[in-house]
């Protein structure tokens, strides 16, 4: 399906050109008219199709929820996933041993496991460092794999959850990272923080990131915190949040289903599927 034309404010059309030099990031992911993976349309795919995991928002809070998550990475290992990706909120509250806790578990599911920073996984405003200790070199990095790049970013601003800003350390990182990037493999950015057009707690500055990533060919956006199911189309890709994967806590669109993605990686696009994990009955 071709994506919906361009207009102004009064509703008069305006060219594709104009729209790609004047709208924002976020307007121009929800219209399908993302630079980058346009200019990639005519680009050869990777060849091999692949399947990964992306959960989101675990809230570890009490030895319950560890049993929990114990028969949550048991689900994920059944579907045979190359990898995983955590968007954040590992914990509740940002305690060591939980951190710990959550790290051993899904060290469980025997494939390498990609974890992004949340709010909760601050024990204050300006302490994530149990966070970065069990998870060195997980805040901004990087990694390829079968000719698919993934980027993940911290979006966090401490303990925030709402009204705020991407740090200045993201973008910094992500502009000295921009000339390493391969602008016709596709790409999938990943961050706790919500990036789609008009999604709830989308940080105040979520343009002036994904604007960085106008040239790239762009993919797929996995997203937390919101807890509950969003998606922006755009030239077939997606930005997207999840509802969460807790036990003790509850999404805010009102659904009761938790669960995770499994994503396939095939002719250079995403697709993804839900998979519910039944949350048990409460004792009687």
Not at 175 to 202: N, S, Y
Not at 267 to 273: F, L
Request: aromatic share 10%.
């Amino acid at each position: 399906m071709n994506p919906p034309s361009p207009s102004t404010s009064a509703g008069l059309p305006i060219s594709r050109r104009a729209a790609l030099e004047t709208l924002g990031a976020g307007a121009l992911l929800s219209l399908g008219l993302w630079p980058g993976a346009l200019r990639a349309a005519t680009a050869t795919p990777p060849p091999e199709s692949f399947t990964f995991a992306v959960i989101n928002d675990t809230h570890y809070l009490t030895p319950e929820c560890g049993v929990w998550l114990e028969g949550v990475v048991n689900r994920i290992k059944a579907e045979s996933p190359d990898f995983c990706l955590h968007l954040g909120d590992l914990v509740d509250t940002g305690r060591r041993e939980h951190l710990a806790a959550v790290r051993d578990i899904f060290a469980g599911l025997g494939k390498p496991v990609y974890v992004q920073i949340g709010n909760h996984d601050h024990l204050t405003q300006t302490d994530g460092s149990a966070y970065e200790a069990l998870f060195p070199d997980r805040l901004n990095y990087r990694f390829t794999h079968r000719g698919w790049q993934f980027v993940g970013l911290d979006s966090s601003d401490g303990v925030r959850f709402e009204n705020t800003r991407i740090g200045d350390a993201t973008l910094k990182w992500v502009d000295a990272q921009l000339p390493a990037l391969d602008r016709t493999q596709p790409l999938v950015l990943f961050t706790h923080f919500p990036l789609g057009e008009g999604v709830k707690h989308r940080p105040l500055n979520a343009d002036a990131l994904l604007d960085r990533f106008r040239d790239c060919n762009l993919q797929a956006v996995f997203n937390g915190h919101f807890h509950g199911y969003t998606a922006h189309p755009f030239h077939q890709a997606v930005v997207t949040t999840n509802r969460c994967c807790s036990l003790k806590r509850n999404n805010h669109d009102g659904t009761r289903e938790k669960g995770f993605f499994i994503c396939t990686a095939r002719d250079g696009r995403i697709t993804r599927r839900f998979v519910e994990v039944p949350v048990p009955a409460p004792a009687a």
